[in-house]
Each structure stands twice: as structure tokens, then as C-alpha cells.
């Protein structure tokens, strides 16, 4: 089947005035051709790592392809230049960014879809947090810090509440087996403690750069509830582990917690953090300008696409 489909040209049937014909409109062209623009994201990101396997061409990535700084210049990018194609979180607000997704081996992007495991393209959100007794505020070791950190992490993870944020986000996570942040709360002494200043806190994150809307949003729901203050430094899923249990978790660069947006790797010893584990499952969306008149896309034309076989829109089979 044809990717790119040619519309009937629509002309002018009525009259506009009374004894005077109508000028024909010109005819709507939407065949489109020409070179097919493919963006993708750079070596560090784990949304790359989980296309390129879901999609079969690790290492035979096109020598033309443009590399993008993050999910969201990805979706900029792509919304911007009518022969593009490139791949993004589901949870990116496509209409803002002027972008579609396409229907993938028949099969749309949608959240229900990803539950039904008819949507093939669906990777984990991950998150892990600095070793147990390495936890710091201000430059020392902090066991109150810890105890802040694990509390979020407890509510962006387990809590109904912080279940119902991720979901609004379009992240993909059974809200009814949540437990009331309330009972989850009694847990952690510190956010009752009339005698500490919760606003004084402050939890870091780095990592994926396309759990950033999920996250921001459980951040902020837990900073209303606690008063706890947030930085977000998302550079890409390969500073997840690096920023707090690998070579720069004492540089400037330290996270309290960091995020991949896939499965984190076998070198990446995440056993050793204090907790681990992924919060949402999230669908990955190959995705063209809003006007191309693409609509679906196969394994096998996104693999000539992406390695370069398939070099012109008008090709693509």
C-alpha cells in the first residue's frame, strides 16, 4: 500500500452571484515527493536505543539523518518541515508541535492500545535513586534527604494520586491499584515533623528527556502536598545512572533520582540504588508533519526510511 496517497482535486461548483460563474479553485495537491527528511535523536537518548531495536536497524542509522537534542526538539523539528520524519514519546502534545502520528503496522497510538499489547512500539519509563546513606543536601550527607526522595518517589510510583498525574499526562499506569497518598505518607516521618522545613528541600532529577512531562507534573503535585522544592536537569537516558550511581553522581552534575525512558542496561547497576524500578509504561509515536498526507507506516518502510534505502517519499511502499 501506497504511504503517500493522491486526493481528488475539489473545484468550485456554485455560483457566487447571481448570472456570474464561479472561478474554479486551484486544484488541493497532496501527492507529496521528494527526499524524506529523517530525524533522530542523539546516541544518548533511550527513546533512540528503544526505536532502533524495535525497528531492526541499530548501526545502519542513514548517514543523512538530522540528530535532535531531546523529545521535544525532536517533535519541533519534525512539525516544522512538511518532509520530515522522526519519533517521539506518546505523551508529547502533538497538535501543539503540528505533528501525527502514524498507524503502525495497522495499529494506532493510542494508550489503549499499549494496554491491549496490540501497539508494538511501548517501552518502560524507568527510575532509580542514589545508593542507600549517599543521599545529600547541601553538599552533606543527608539521611532527611533520603527520606524526602524516597517519599516522592513513593508518590509518583505507588500513590493513586501520583498515579493520576502520570495518566494525565498520557503515561500508561493502572491508577486503581495506587494506594491514598495519605496511608503512603505516614511512612515517612519527616513530612509530618512540625520542626523541619520541608521547602528547604530540594530533589534533582536527570535522565530522559521524554518522561519530562510526566515527571514535571508529579513533581509539582508533590511539591503542593509537601511544600518540597524540584530542579530537573533531563539531558537523555544515558545520564540516568551516571548522575546518581555511576562516574558523575559527585560532580556538579549529581541527580537524586534519574530516569531512562527504556529498560536500564545490565552495566548499569541499578541494584545498588536505594530504589529502582519503572513508574508508567509509555508508547513511542513515529510521527510526521501534520500535513503530510502519510498516514501509516509498516516495520519494513520505517527500516528502508531509517537506513536510507528508502531515500524519497514518493518510494516508499
Not at 508508547?283 to 516495520?299: H, K, L, Q
Request: proline share 2%; aromatic share 8%.
Amino acid at each position: 500500500m501506497k504511504l503517500v496517497k493522491s486526493l481528488i482535486a475539489l473545484f468550485a461548483a456554485a455560483l457566487i452571484l447571481s448570472g456570474c460563474a464561479a472561478t474554479p479553485e486551484e486544484p488541493v495537491v497532496t501527492e507529496l515527493t521528494g527526499a524524506v527528511n529523517v530525524y533522530t535523536r542523539d546516541a544518548s537518548s533511550g527513546t533512540r536505543e528503544a526505536f532502533e531495536a524495535f525497528i531492526g536497524y541499530k548501526d545502519l542509522l542513514s548517514v543523512s539523518a538530522i540528530e535532535v537534542t531531546g523529545n521535544g526538539d525532536m517533535a519541533a523539528k519534525v512539525g516544522a518541515d512538511t518532509h520530515g520524519i522522526g519519533y517521539v514519546s506518546l505523551t508529547t502534545d502533538m497538535a501543539a508541535n503540528n505533528v501525527k502520528p502514524l498507524t503502525y503496522n495497522g495499529v494506532e497510538a493510542t494508550i489503549e492500545n499499549v494496554i491491549a499489547g496490540t501497539y508494538e512500539l511501548a517501552r518502560p519509563f524507568s527510575y532509580v535513586t542514589r545508593a542507600a546513606g549517599d543521599f545529600k543536601k547541601d553538599g552533606v550527607v543527608s539521611a532527611q534527604q533520603e527520606q524526602v526522595v524516597l517519599a516522592f518517589v513513593d508518590y509518583l510510583v505507588n500513590s493513586v494520586e501520583g498515579r493520576e498525574i502520570v495518566a494525565g499526562t498520557n503515561g500508561i499506569v493502572v491508577v486503581d491499584d495506587g494506594t491514598a497518598w495519605e496511608t503512603l505518607a505516614a511512612n515517612y516521618p519527616i513530612l509530618s515533623d512540625a520542626t523541619v522545613d520541608l521547602s528547604t528541600f530540594t530533589i534533582s532529577t536527570a535522565g530522559s528527556t521524554s518522561v519530562d512531562k510526566s515527571l514535571a507534573a508529579a513533581l509539582e503535585g508533590f511539591k503542593a502536598v509537601t511544600g518540597v522544592q524540584f530542579v530537573m536537569n533531563q539531558t537523555g537516558s544515558g545520564d540516568g545512572f551516571k548522575r546518581v550511581l555511576g562516574a558523575e553522581k559527585d560532580t556538579a552534575n549529581a541527580a537524586d533520582v534519574g530516569f531512562a525512558s527504556r529498560a536500564f542496561k545490565a552495566e548499569e547497576t541499578v541494584a545498588s540504588g536505594a530504589a529502582t524500578g519503572a513508574y508508567c509504561l509509555d508508547g513511542m509515536s513515529i510521527i510526521v508533519e501534520a500535513n503530510n498526507p502519510a498516514t501509516a507506516i509498516t516495520t519494513e518502510q520505517a527500516f528502508n526510511i531509517f537506513t536510507g534505502a528508502t531515500v524519497n517519499w514518493e518510494d516508499v511502499e
